[in-house]
């Protein structure tokens, strides 16, 4: 029966990321075509509701696997790291990679710039690591068959 919910829930998730990325392109498209149009608020308001069905169920799936013992500390022990990493990235980038006439124009400071440098050398460093992470798992597959 868990195996059965759980590919449930699966397929659900897919689902409202499929028609989130469907309602996020219709969505792009109309605000460059004409921002003034109805279809502007309803594709709008449509893709937040779907945006937030997603999130709520993908917490709603989070937790229901944390619910097992032993994974809610390797969970948190996750996150903190994760977020002491964010920490000493921030602290390592400069802020001054935007011109200042740039951060001007969009209304950001010396300090968004260095939260925005920090997330993308966080994406970067899990993007590699996932693929590592990837790499090592096939080639130790292929090592246990023979």
Same mark, same amino acid.
């Given at each position: 029966?868990?195996?059965?919910?759980?590919? !449930?829930? =699966?397929?659900? !998730?897919?689902?409202?990321?499929? /028609?989130?990325?469907? %309602?996020?392109? %219709?969505?792009?498209?109309?605000?460059? =075509?004409?921002?003034?149009?109805?279809?502007?608020?309803?594709? %709008?308001?449509?893709?937040?509701?779907?945006?937030?069905?997603?999130?709520?169920?993908?917490? $709603?799936f989070m937790f229901k696997?944390?619910?097992?013992?032993?994974?809610?500390?390797?969970? %948190? $022990?996750?996150? $903190?790291?994760?977020?002491?990493?964010?920490? #000493? /990235? &921030?602290?390592?980038?400069?802020?001054?990679?935007?011109?200042?006439? !740039? /951060?001007?124009?969009?209304?950001?400071?010396?300090? =968004?710039?260095?939260?925005?440098?920090?997330?993308? &050398? /966080? #994406?970067? $460093?899990?993007?590699?690591?996932?693929?590592?992470?990837?790499?090592?798992?096939?080639?130790?597959?292929?090592?246990?068959?023979?």
């Amino acid at each position: 029966m868990k195996e059965k919910t759980d590919k !449930m829930l =699966t397929l659900v !998730m897919l689902l409202l990321g499929v /028609l989130c990325a469907v %309602f996020a392109f %219709f969505f792009a498209v109309n605000v460059e =075509t004409n921002p003034q149009s109805g279809l502007f608020d309803i594709v %709008f308001w449509i893709l937040v509701a779907m945006i937030a069905v997603s999130i709520v169920a993908a917490l $709603i799936f989070m937790f229901k696997s944390l619910a097992e013992k032993g994974k809610l500390l390797k969970f %948190f $022990i996750g996150l $903190i790291a994760v977020v002491a990493v964010l920490f #000493v /990235l &921030y602290l390592l980038s400069n802020g001054s990679d935007i011109s200042a006439g !740039m /951060l001007d124009r969009y209304g950001a400071t010396e300090t =968004t710039s260095k939260w925005i440098g920090a997330f993308c &050398y /966080l #994406v970067y $460093i899990l993007v590699i690591g996932a693929a590592c992470a990837i790499l090592y798992t096939e080639i130790a597959k292929s090592f246990k068959k023979k």
